[in-house]
């Protein structure tokens, strides 16, 4: 979670401020060209989010119960059972998905990827809650709870401590731009 974490900062404008400056003159990102490129961050993330679930799902669907006589007819049922969009393919489909049966490694471990980005994006949420990307206070409790604890106690337990509560997909769906900022 903590270098996905740290690139929520990279979005925060005074970060933007201090350091996109044109490699000529030095001169900070004009006001206007910052708000298109923040704005430009969820651009297309709909699209984005359904074809990673998508893959999640199906690999899920792949590990419970007996393994499929015929994995791509498998995948098929699956997608529509979803009422997955004809428009919207998988980000990885079942051909493509040689590491999540190389092992126990990552057997139906694909929503891992996605669960990892809610917990960055509600951690981070935490600073935006605070009303500043910088709270001293919420960097202490994340500092003492997650980046040093280590396994000290049951990470749900540190994660309470920092946060306050577990992690929802809100956050997530708001920077993705899928849920209203209010």
Same mark, same amino acid.
């Given at each position: 979670? !903590?270098? %996905?974490?740290?690139?929520?900062?990279?979005?925060? !404008?005074?970060?933007?401020?201090?350091?996109?400056?044109?490699?000529?003159?030095?001169?900070?990102?004009?006001?206007?060209? *910052?708000?298109?490129? #923040?704005?430009?961050?969820?651009?297309? %993330?709909?699209?984005?989010?359904?074809?990673?679930?998508?893959?999640?799902?199906?690999?899920?669907? &792949?590990?419970?119960?007996?393994?499929?006589?015929?994995?791509? %007819?498998?995948?098929? +049922?699956?997608?529509?059972?979803?009422?997955?969009?004809?428009?919207?393919?998988?980000?990885?489909?079942?051909?493509?998905?040689?590491?999540? =049966? @190389?092992?126990?490694?990552?057997? @139906? $471990?694909?929503?891992?990827?996605?669960? @990892? +980005?809610?917990?960055?994006?509600?951690? =981070?949420?935490?600073?935006? +809650?605070?009303?500043? !990307?910088?709270?001293?206070?919420?960097?202490?409790? #994340?500092?003492?709870?997650?980046? @040093?604890?280590? $396994?000290? +106690?049951?990470?749900?337990?540190?994660? *309470?401590? &920092?946060?306050?509560?577990?992690?929802?997909?809100?956050?997530?769906?708001?920077?993705?731009?899928?849920?209203?900022?209010?």
């Amino acid at each position: 979670m !903590p270098s %996905q974490l740290y690139e929520h900062w990279l979005e925060v !404008p005074s970060v933007l401020e201090a350091h996109a400056r044109h490699y000529e003159t030095g001169a900070p990102m004009p006001a206007d060209m *910052l708000k298109r490129l #923040l704005d430009a961050g969820t651009y297309d %993330q709909g699209f984005a989010t359904v074809e990673f679930v998508s893959s999640a799902l199906v690999d899920l669907e &792949f590990h419970t119960g007996t393994p499929p006589a015929d994995p791509m %007819q498998r995948q098929a +049922e699956v997608l529509e059972g979803l009422g997955m969009p004809r428009a919207i393919r998988m980000r990885h489909a079942t051909p493509h998905f040689a590491h999540v =049966f @190389s092992g126990d490694g990552y057997s @139906s $471990g694909y929503y891992s990827y996605m669960w @990892s +980005e809610v917990m960055d994006a509600d951690a =981070f949420a935490a600073f935006e +809650e605070a009303g500043d !990307p910088f709270d001293p206070d919420t960097a202490a409790r #994340l500092e003492r709870f997650i980046l @040093s604890a280590g $396994g000290s +106690e049951d990470a749900e337990a540190l994660y *309470l401590k &920092f946060r306050g509560k577990m992690p929802g997909v809100e956050a997530l769906l708001k920077g993705r731009g899928l849920l209203d900022a209010a």
